[in-house]
Each structure stands twice: as structure tokens, then as C-alpha cells.
């Protein structure tokens, strides 16, 4: 058997191989493999695992040439893009209207900590595995989960996700471990786990999501729930790896359960999960403003793109 393997960090990686009958070529394109087989020197098998890839063959004479096809990008639209459980919504941020994307997304138990890259224009997450451990997963504009090898444990499963400016997808576990994936297509350690630790809450409370933002690429911000009452700003750095407090902010809505952060500009917007009302924060720590009424919802998360223009 003569193999051929093919590597490379674009999904327009293309494969050109010459075929002579009675051999069997293997291609692998992004770990996802196609299979070609003669038959009776006339007809070409070629298998797709996951479908994720739209394969066109030609065959002449003696060559074979295979075109793997970009699955189909975001645009950073203005609108939020909400995960619960496997179901994909497009938000309306200033209306508060969900419209479904995808039922199915992805194979697996759930996906959570989900966040937007502007390197690719797609969303990045994880999903549950029966394993209890967690795997990255990218999903396309038609809300198609694709799977990647990456798997990492988590205690206590990972509910704050997003992707910075430099395609760093960041993680945050409620047993306060916290790990950060590559996502850059350019660098040599893409799709990898280049980094991991704990870190300490600076008040006692629950993170559920936390968001990058276009116009400060030292923190990540997070709305956390103190208590059923009582709402705190806290941001995370990416180069301490420490908590800080911005301000306590009160009894804000509901039961303080800010599931899906949003990043607009210098400030993101928020939904409670219980009642569903979407805020605006503020980095400073002012005052958050009520925005408009949104969907409830739960074992969720929020994703948007940071270089889009305000709802």
C-alpha cells in the first residue's frame, strides 16, 4: 500500500496525486481522512468521515485532483451567538429575538465556553465527552460542530469561554482551573494547549462566562454571581493569571446568573439566565443599562464578534 499524507493549518489544503490503478491513496485534511480506491479501473470510492468537507474529484487520464472546500465563515455581524446545550441561536442584542441557527450541533453531550475568532470569522468551544472530559470543537455559519483531537479534563467542566484579537482561545472551570488554546491558523502551536493554572477568585462567587474586548487585550471581564442579590465586575489577566474586583454592583436582575457575556467595543453586553434582561457593563465600573428583554436560558454561553460594529 502506497500512502500519501498531506499536512497543513488551511482548510484549502488540496491534495494532487498521481493514481495508478490498483492502489489505494490515503489523503488526510485536517485529520478528517478521504478515502480513494480503484475499481475495475473505472470507478473512484472516496469516503468523507463527519462530512464536514465537500470533495470534488476529476479524474483524467491518470491523475486524480481532490479540492477540499472552506466550510462557511461568519461575517462579525452585529448580532450575539448563543450555545445551550447543542443548539446554536443567533441574537438580536438590540431587540432581545433569538432565531435558531442549528439544533444539532455537534455529536457529543453538550457545548459550552464558546467564543468568537476574528482570525477565521468562526466560532470556537468545547463539548462534553461521556468521558467527562471536554474537546475543542469549531462550528461554521450553518451551526456545524466539527471536532478536533484536543481533549482536555475538567473537574467541574468548563462554562466561561472566549477567543482574544490574538486567537487565543481562553477557558475558565468553576474548580478555578483555566487553560489557554491556540487558535491562530499562522502559529506554529495551533490547535494546541499552550498553557494552564488555577487562580483564586478574588470574592467567592460563581463565574459563568467571562469576554474579551477589542479595546483592552490585557483583561478578560466577567459579571459574577456574589449571590442571588448581589453582582460583582471582575476582569482576569492574561499575563498575571490573577483575579480583580472592578466593582460591586448590587442587585442587578434575577438571580445574577450572567451566562452569556457579548463584547461591544470598550464594554460588553450581559443576559441573566433566569429572567433573560440584557445589560450593558462597563469596564469602569459605572452603573450597568438595561438594554432590552432577552430569551431565559441555561447551561448556555455567548459568543460575538469583537471587531463588530454596536448593535
Known amino acids: 500500500m502506497r500512502r500519501r499524507n498531506v499536512h497543513g493549518d488551511s482548510d484549502h489544503a488540496a491534495a494532487h496525486s498521481f493514481f495508478n490503478f490498483g492502489f489505494v491513496v490515503i489523503v488526510a485534511v485536517k485529520r478528517q481522512f478521504v478515502v480513494i480506491v480503484a475499481v475495475k479501473r473505472q470507478f473512484v470510492v472516496i469516503v468523507a468521515i463527519k462530512l464536514q468537507f465537500v470533495v470534488i474529484v476529476a479524474i483524467k487520464r491518470q491523475f486524480i485532483v481532490i479540492v477540499v472546500i472552506k466550510p462557511p465563515a461568519f461575517s462579525c455581524d452585529a448580532g450575539g451567538y448563543l450555545i445551550q446545550l447543542n443548539t446554536l441561536y443567533r ?30 470569522n468562526y466560532i470556537w468551544g468545547v463539548q462534553e465527552l461521556p468521558s467527562d472530559e471536554w474537546q475543542l470543537i469549531r462550528i461554521d455559519s450553518d451551526g456545524n460542530g466539527l471536532a478536533f483531537d484536543l481533549v482536555v479534563p475538567a473537574a467541574d467542566g468548563y462554562q466561561a469561554g472566549d477567543v482574544d484579537l490574538d486567537g487565543q482561545l481562553w477557558l475558565w472551570s468553576a474548580d478555578n482551573s483555566w487553560l489557554q488554546i491556540d487558535l491562530d491558523p499562522t502559529s506554529a502551536t495551533y490547535l494546541q494547549l499552550v498553557d494552564s493554572g488555577t487562580s483564586t477568585l478574588a470574592v467567592t462567587g460563581i463565574v459563568s462566562d467571562w469576554v474579551a474586548l477589542a479595546d483592552d487585550t490585557e483583561y478578560l471581564y466577567s459579571v459574577q454571581e456574589i449571590s442571588t442579590t448581589n453582582s460583582s465586575l471582575v476582569r482576569w489577566s492574561k499575563t498575571t493569571h490573577d483575579w480583580s474586583v472592578v466593582s460591586i454592583l448590587g442587585n442587578v436582575d434575577g438571580r445574577q446568573v450572567w451566562g452569556a457575556l457579548y463584547p461591544v467595543g470598550d464594554h460588553f453586553y450581559g443576559s441573566e439566565n433566569n429572567v433573560g434582561d440584557i445589560y450593558s457593563f462597563y469596564t469602569n465600573g459605572s452603573t450597568p443599562t438595561f438594554v432590552t428583554e432577552g430569551p431565559t436560558s441555561g447551561s448556555n454561553d455567548g459568543a460575538r464578534c469583537a471587531l463588530a460594529p454596536a448593535p
Do not use: K, R
Not at 91 to 114: K, P, Q, R, S, Y
Open 91 to 120: 441574537l438580536d442584542l438590540e431587540t432581545g429575538v433569538m432565531t435558531t441557527v442549528n439544533e444539532a450541533v455537534g455529536d457529543e453531550d453538550g457545548i459550552n465556553a464558546i467564543g468568537y475568532n476574528v482570525l477565521d
